[in-house]
C-alpha cells in the first residue's frame, strides 16, 4: 500500500518509467522458485501422463520396427544405437556407451516428437576394463514441453563405507541436444552414416 500512495505523488514520467523497470527485472529474474526441479517437482497430472506413456512403449515396444546402429566418438570404447518405431513414428532411442573405466546406457522416450522421459544408467568399474561395477547412478528426468520438470537421483554404492558421489545439475540444453542427434543416427540410412558420428568426432584420426 505505501509504494501505491508514494508512486501516485511522482511525477507521471517517473511512475511509468519506474513501472517499466520493474517488469524488465521481473523478466530477467524469475521467481526461484518456479525454476526448481526436484524429486518431487512438476505437475501430478504432467507426471502421471509422462509415466503412462512411458508404460505405453515399454510394453508395445516387442512389436516396434527397430533401427541399430553404431555410434562413433561419443565414448572411448564405442558405442550402440538403437531406434524404436512405431510406423514411421520414433517412440524410444536407447543408446549405450562403453568405456574403459564403466559404461552408461541413456533411454530416450518420445509423444508428439519431443522427449518426455529420458533415463540414464551410468556404471563405474572398480578398475579399468574390470567389469566389476563400483557404483551405480540413475538419473530419471521428466520433460512437459520441451521443460523439464522433476529429476529424480539415485546411486547405489557397492561397498557401504563409501561416500556418495555429489550429483551433477542436469544440462537440459544438452540433453535436448542429444535427443535430436541420436534421433537423426536412428534414422540415418547406409553404411556408416555421418549422423551417427559425435559432432567433435574426426573419422578420420587416430
Known amino acids: ?38 524429486a518431487t517437482s512438476g505437475d501430478p497430472g504432467a507426471i502421471a501422463r509422462i509415466r503412462a506413456r ?19 566418438g561419443f565414448s572411448l ?12 513414428e520414433l517412440r524410444k532411442l536407447a543408446a549405450h556407451h562403453y568405456g574403459e573405466s564403466g559404461e552408461a546406457t541413456e533411454e530416450y522416450y518420445f509423444s508428439d516428437g519431443r522427449p518426455v522421459f529420458i533415463y540414464v544408467v551410468d556404471l563405474r568399474y572398480d578398475e579399468l576394463m574390470s567389469g566389476r561395477v563400483r557404483y551405480r547412478t540413475e538419473n530419471r528426468y521428466y520433460f ?6 522433476r529429476w529424480v537421483h539415485a546411486q547405489h554404492l557397492a561397498d557401504d563405507d563409501e561416500e556418495d558421489l555429489p550429483p551433477v545439475d542436469p544440462d537440459v540444453p544438452d540433453m535436448l541436444r542429444m535427443a535430436k542427434l541420436f534421433a537423426a543416427c536412428a534414422a540415418a540410412t547406409g553404411a556408416e552414416p555421418p549422423e551417427c558420428n559425435a559432432p567433435d568426432h574426426d573419422p578420420g584420426g587416430s
Open 144 to 149: 512437459d514441453g520441451g521443460r523439464l520438470i
Open 1 to 38: 500500500m505505501r509504494f501505491c500512495i508514494r508512486m501516485r505523488r511522482l511525477p507521471r514520467l517517473v511512475r511509468l518509467a519506474l513501472v517499466l523497470a520493474a517488469c524488465a527485472l521481473a523478466s530477467a529474474h524469475p521467481i526461484e522458485a518456479q525454476q526448481a526441479v526436484t
Open 77 to 88: 570404447e564405442g558405442g550402440k544405437l538403437e531406434g524404436f518405431y512405431h510406423g514411421s
Open 54 to 72: 512411458f508404460a505405453e512403449i515399454e510394453r508395445e515396444a516387442p512389436a516396434y520396427r527397430r533401427t541399430t546402429h553404431e555410434l562413433q
